[in-house]
T-cell receptor, first 113, second 111 residues
Framework: EPEVTQTPSHQVTQMGQEVILRCVPISNHLYFYWYRQILGQKVEFLVSFYNNEISEKSEIFDDQFSVERPDGSNFTLKIRSTKLEDSAMYFC???????????FGPGTRLTVL | DQQVKQNSPSLSVQEGRISILNCDYTNSMFDYFLWYKKYPAEGPTFLISISSIKDKNEDGRFTVFLNKSAKHLSLHIVPSQPGDSAVYFCAASGNTGKLIFGQGTTLQVKP
C-alpha cells in the first residue's frame, strides 16, 4: 500500500541553524501539506501546496519557513533560522485532491537546543 | 483556535463494548469531517470521513454520525478491541482543504 515517507525521523539542531525536513508524498497525489504538533498540543496546519505553489498558509508559517517540491517526488519544509519554539513533530501529508482524505507520514521530531 | 473541540481527553471501555468518541465544531463553513487514529511516535492514520451532505457513514466496525444542526459528530466503534487503544482525532475542513484538528481523545480498551 502506498504511503507517505519522511526523513529524518529525528533532527536535533542548534538554535539559529537551518533545517530541511523531507517528505515523499504518495505518487499520484496532487495536494501536499505540512502540519506540526508541539508536545501536548493539537496538530496544527502549517501550509498547503498545489501545482508548485502555496495554496494556503497559517500564521505560524512566517518568513522563516519555506516549502519546495524540487524534483517532482520530494516535498521539503525549510526552517531558515530555528527557534526553541520550533521544537515539535512535523508531519507531511498528501491527498489526491482537496476534498479527499489526507494521508500522513510518520513525522520528523525536530529538537532545537 | 477552538473551531474543533473534543471535550473528553480520555475514554475507557471494555473489550466488546461500544466506544463513542465525540467532537464539536463551531465553523458552519466546514463541509468535510474526518477521524484519525494516532499511536505514539507515528503519524495520524486515516479512519473514516463524512461529507456534510450525509449524516452517517459506516466502514466495518467504525461509524461516523454527523449532526449539522448541533455541529456535532461522533465516532462509534463496535465492538471495541484492545488494538483500538490509541489517540483519536477528529478533523474538519472547508473549501481550502486544510484540516483543523481537535485536541484528541485517548481511548483505552480493556481486555
Amino acid at each position: 500500500e502506498p504511503e507517505v515517507t519522511q526523513t529524518p525521523s529525528h533532527q536535533v539542531t542548534q538554535m539559529g541553524q537551518e533545517v530541511i525536513l523531507r517528505c515523499v508524498p504518495i505518487s499520484n497525489h496532487l495536494y501536499f501539506y505540512w502540519y506540526r504538533q508541539i508536545l501536548g498540543q493539537k496538530v496544527e496546519f502549517l501550509v498547503s501546496f498545489y501545482n508548485n505553489e502555496i495554496s494556503e498558509k497559517s500564521e505560524i508559517f512566517d518568513d522563516q519557513f519555506s516549502v519546495e517540491r524540487p524534483d517532482g517526488s520530494n516535498f521539503t519544509l525549510k526552517i531558515r533560522s530555528t527557534k526553541l519554539e520550533d521544537s515539535a513533530m512535523y508531519f507531511c501529508a498528501s491527498s489526491e485532491n482537496r476534498y479527499n482524505e489526507q494521508f500522513f507520514g510518520p513525522g520528523t521530531r525536530l529538537t532545537v537546543l | 483556535d477552538q473551531q474543533v473541540k473534543q471535550n473528553s481527553p480520555s475514554l475507557s471501555v471494555q473489550e466488546g463494548r461500544i466506544s463513542i468518541l465525540n467532537c464539536d465544531y463551531t465553523n458552519s463553513m466546514f463541509d468535510y469531517f474526518l477521524w484519525y487514529k494516532k499511536y505514539p511516535a507515528e503519524g495520524p492514520t486515516f479512519l473514516i470521513s463524512i461529507s456534510s451532505i450525509k449524516d452517517k457513514n459506516e466502514d466495518g466496525r467504525f461509524t461516523v454520525f454527523l449532526n449539522k444542526s448541533a455541529k456535532h459528530l461522533s465516532l462509534h466503534i463496535v465492538p471495541s478491541q484492545p488494538g483500538d487503544s490509541a489517540v483519536y482525532f477528529c478533523a474538519a475542513s472547508g473549501n481550502t482543504g486544510k484540516l483543523i484538528f481537535g485536541q484528541g481523545t485517548t481511548l483505552q480498551v480493556k481486555p
